[in-house]
């Protein structure tokens, strides 16, 4: 749990950077702080782990008054990731991440075991990245050992500076994909600076919009994007609030559940039987012996392919099918089916196991929902 | 001509040239690091804009005229030739500890602090490392001039193979100019050669400048 109260800080010349902010981020929880450059944002993210000092107020973490604690020992139990990363050049990927559980003393097995932990966690094969160095790395692979490296002695809060920032849009959206997803496990206090909105409201628990060194709405996205505290809130949050709500939905809340489905090894007898002109089903899914997705068949198909002979469905599916994962936002899954041309993708869930199907009409649904 | 005779002379006064270049050169190094590492710290900020300055206008100073300056001040002999030769060579291992430092990327540092690295943690796990080729290159080019310069200590009376060369031009004798010559000319590649080796072995592959095989992948 971190807490501030009425913190405030002053740069030379008398401007206040930072003015009289008070938040709670509650254990578990993500709060985003977002706001213009030079809004104070990342001044005040930088006072939580003491790299800046307030000039007044109080910051407590854990109920523990910050100011009170040797600002070394503090920053060794707050993770802290950086927009530039900051990996150490000079030193492997697994000496990058050891890096705190090496200051706080760690056994080397013990080191080893983490670093390896960490990795497999990040997608990245120990065996594979472990003496790599920095610079042999992609800007999001760099990013993900920022973030590995933060989270390496397990501190139960974390401090994220635009972490995201610098990388491209695919990969950032991946990479915040990811995070949520381990997020989801790890249930860690988080404080996240960024300037971007949308990135606020996707990954935010909360939310802190912050103009001119101050605190001026901290609430749930939601409550951001439908009620903003003033014209500047509204204007920040933009005019597209109703498609930005998207972001809020995961694709499972949405989807129809128990799509048509056809098990590979189907005849085409059977598949013609589903998908008769009568039941006005033109299409099904093709899974395999754990309902994990193999293609998509169409009616016509099966019906051009029958007319050659007793055809079976595995020689006739189509594999070449897009999907989106359950706990997609609904955004990224109409952006998916926008930039592909498709009317329906199939979400599936763990193992490519198929557990509904997204369309257009479920898409439209949703969003009269939250015009009303 | 005694080739003998030159032969052995070469020999004694290579030797005598090098512990100039050492002994000057290494006080050079031992000094010029931790001032370099000092007037790089934060707190010595301002300091460091006038140092830089003077240093830079020191290194402007022709060797002749460093080593002519010693005699009035130290004497003649040993002691003053190192003397200037330890002066002249400071100045570009202190600049370049403390460009090398102060190039760093500042995320880096700021990442080292966000971690809760302490000053010297930083200083000794991140900033020396990184910096080492910079300081190195340095050193290395101190070291280099200063086989040049100990040349001149024969005119303070500190020896060296400038001895066989003033002593070739006095007597307008090639053989004994050359031999002295050639002989600083080898001793300053060698000093170089070595220096470079020790910085390729040195660097760790994650900032070595040429990309190894491994590193292409």
Same mark, same amino acid.
């Given at each position: 749990?971190?807490?501030?109260?009425?913190?405030?800080?002053?740069?030379?010349?008398?401007?206040?950077?930072?003015?009289?902010?008070?938040?709670?981020?509650?254990?578990?929880?993500?709060?985003?702080?977002?706001?213009?450059?030079?809004?104070?944002?990342?001044?005040?993210?930088?006072?939580?782990?003491?790299?800046?000092?307030?000039?007044?107020?109080?910051?407590?973490?854990?109920?523990?008054?910050?100011?009170?604690?040797?600002?070394?020992?503090?920053?060794?139990?707050?993770?802290?990731?950086?927009?530039?990363?900051?990996?150490?050049?000079?030193?492997?990927?697994?000496?990058?991440?050891?890096?705190?559980?090496?200051?706080?003393?760690?056994?080397?097995?013990?080191?080893?075991?983490?670093?390896?932990?960490?990795?497999?966690?990040?997608?990245?094969?120990?065996?594979?990245?472990?003496?790599?160095?920095?610079?042999?790395?992609?800007?999001?692979?760099?990013?993900? @050992?920022?973030?590995?490296?933060? #989270?390496?002695? !397990? %501190? *139960?809060? &974390?401090?994220?500076?635009?972490?995201?920032?610098?990388?491209?849009?695919?990969?950032?959206?991946?990479?915040?994909?990811?995070?949520?997803?381990?997020?989801?496990?790890?249930?860690?206090?988080?404080?996240?600076?960024?300037?971007?909105?949308?990135?606020?409201?996707?990954?935010?628990?909360?939310?802190?919009?912050?103009?001119?060194?101050?605190?001026?709405?901290?609430?749930?996205?939601?409550?951001?994007?439908?009620?903003?505290?003033?014209?500047?809130?509204?204007?920040?949050?933009?005019?597209?609030?109703?498609?930005?709500?998207?972001?809020? @939905?995961?694709?499972?809340?949405? #989807?129809?559940? !128990? %799509? *048509?489905? &056809?098990?590979?090894?189907?005849?085409?007898?059977?598949?013609?039987?589903?998908?008769?002109?009568?039941?006005?089903?033109?299409?099904?899914?093709?899974?395999?012996?754990?309902?994990?997705?193999?293609?998509?068949?169409?009616?016509?198909?099966?019906?051009?392919?029958?007319?050659?002979?007793?055809?079976?469905?595995?020689?006739?599916?189509?594999?070449?099918?897009?999907?989106?994962?359950?706990?997609?936002?609904?955004?990224?899954?109409?952006?998916?089916?926008?930039?592909?041309?498709?009317?329906?993708?199939?979400?599936?869930?763990?193992?490519?196991?198929?557990?509904?199907?997204?369309?257009?009409?479920?898409?439209?649904?949703?969003?009269?929902?939250?015009?009303? | 001509?005694?080739?003998?005779?030159?032969?052995?002379?070469?020999?004694?006064?290579?030797?005598?040239?090098?512990?100039?270049?050492?002994?000057?050169?290494?006080?050079?190094?031992?000094?010029?690091?931790?001032?370099?590492?000092?007037?790089?710290?934060?707190?010595?900020?301002?300091?460091?804009?006038?140092?830089?300055?003077?240093?830079?206008?020191?290194?402007?100073?022709?060797?002749?005229?460093?080593?002519?300056?010693?005699?009035?001040?130290?004497?003649?002999?040993?002691?003053?030739?190192?003397?200037?030769?330890?002066?002249?060579?400071?100045?570009?291992?202190?600049?370049?500890?403390?460009?090398?430092?102060?190039?760093?990327?500042?995320?880096?540092?700021?990442?080292?602090?966000?971690?809760?690295?302490?000053?010297?943690?930083?200083?000794?796990?991140?900033?020396?490392?990184?910096?080492?080729?910079?300081?190195?290159?340095?050193?290395?080019?101190?070291?280099?001039?200063?086989?040049?310069?100990?040349?001149?200590?024969?005119?303070?009376?500190?020896?060296?193979?400038?001895?066989?060369?003033?002593?070739?031009?006095?007597?307008?004798?090639?053989?004994?100019?050359?031999?002295?010559?050639?002989?600083?000319?080898?001793?300053?590649?060698?000093?170089?050669?070595?220096?470079?080796?020790?910085?390729?072995?040195?660097?760790?592959?994650?900032?070595?400048?040429?990309?190894?095989?491994?590193?292409?992948?």
């Amino acid at each position: 749990m971190i807490r501030l109260e009425h913190v405030s800080k002053a740069y030379e010349g008398g401007v206040n950077a930072v003015n009289d902010v008070s938040f709670e981020v509650p254990r578990g929880e993500i709060a985003i702080l977002v706001g213009p450059s030079g809004c104070g944002k990342t001044t005040t993210l930088k006072m939580i782990n003491r790299l800046h000092e307030p000039a007044s107020g109080k910051i407590f973490v854990d109920d523990v008054d910050t100011s009170t604690v040797d600002p070394i020992e503090l920053r060794r139990n707050i993770g802290y990731v950086i927009q530039d990363v900051g990996l150490f050049p000079h030193m492997t990927i697994a000496e990058n991440i050891a890096v705190v559980p090496h200051l706080k003393k760690w056994d080397r097995k013990r080191i080893a075991e983490r670093v390896d932990e960490l990795l497999t966690m990040m997608g990245m094969p120990p065996a594979e990245y472990r003496n790599r160095y920095p610079r042999e790395l992609s800007g999001g692979q760099r990013q993900r @050992i920022g973030v590995a490296r933060a #989270m390496a002695s !397990d %501190p *139960p809060i &974390l401090l994220m500076d635009e972490p995201f920032g610098a990388l491209d849009p695919i990969t950032r959206e991946r990479l915040q994909n990811e995070f949520l997803k381990i997020q989801e496990k790890l249930k860690k206090t988080i404080v996240f600076v960024t300037h971007d909105i949308d990135e606020a409201i996707k990954l935010g628990d909360k939310v802190a919009i912050m103009r001119k060194g101050r605190l001026i709405q901290y609430d749930a996205p939601s409550a951001v994007l439908n009620e903003p505290a003033d014209e500047f809130v509204a204007d920040f949050v933009g005019q597209d609030r109703t498609l930005k709500s998207l972001r809020l @939905i995961r694709t499972y809340e949405v #989807m129809d559940a !128990d %799509p *048509p489905a &056809l098990h590979i090894q189907a005849s085409a007898a059977e598949a013609l039987s589903l998908l008769s002109s009568s039941s006005g089903q033109k299409y099904a899914w093709v899974v395999g012996d754990a309902r994990e997705l193999k293609g998509l068949i169409a009616r016509k198909d099966v019906l051009e392919a029958d007319a050659s002979g007793d055809a079976k469905i595995a020689d006739i599916v189509n594999t070449n099918v897009v999907s989106v994962e359950r706990d997609t936002t609904v955004k990224d899954a109409l952006s998916e089916m926008l930039s592909y041309g498709l009317a329906r993708v199939p979400v599936v869930g763990p193992e490519g196991r198929l557990e509904g199907v997204l369309t257009f009409d479920s898409i439209r649904k949703v969003l009269a929902r939250i015009d009303s | 001509m005694d080739w003998g005779l030159l032969w052995g002379e070469i020999q004694r006064l290579s030797i005598q040239h090098m512990i100039l270049v050492a002994v000057g050169g290494g006080m050079a190094i031992v000094v010029g690091v931790p001032a370099g590492i000092l007037i790089s710290r934060p707190a010595f900020g301002r300091f460091a804009q006038t140092v830089v300055g003077i240093a830079s206008v020191g290194q402007t100073v022709p060797s002749l005229a460093v080593v002519g300056i010693m005699m009035p001040l130290l004497g003649v002999g040993f002691k003053p030739a190192v003397f200037a030769l330890f002066v002249y060579a400071l100045l570009p291992v202190v600049l370049n500890t403390y460009a090398g430092i102060r190039n760093i990327d500042p995320s880096i540092i700021e990442a080292g602090r966000g971690m809760g690295m302490t000053g010297a943690q930083i200083l000794f796990k991140v900033e020396l490392p990184l910096a080492f080729s910079v300081i190195m290159a340095g050193i290395r080019t101190a070291m280099v001039i200063c086989v040049g310069t100990a040349t001149f200590a024969h005119l303070i009376g500190g020896g060296g193979l400038g001895d066989l060369i003033f002593l070739g031009i006095a007597l307008l004798d090639m053989t004994t100019l050359l031999a002295g010559a050639i002989s600083a000319a080898i001793l300053a590649v060698l000093v170089d050669f070595l220096f470079g080796r020790i910085v390729r072995a040195c660097t760790p592959r994650g900032i070595a400048p040429a990309s190894s095989p491994e590193a292409a992948k």
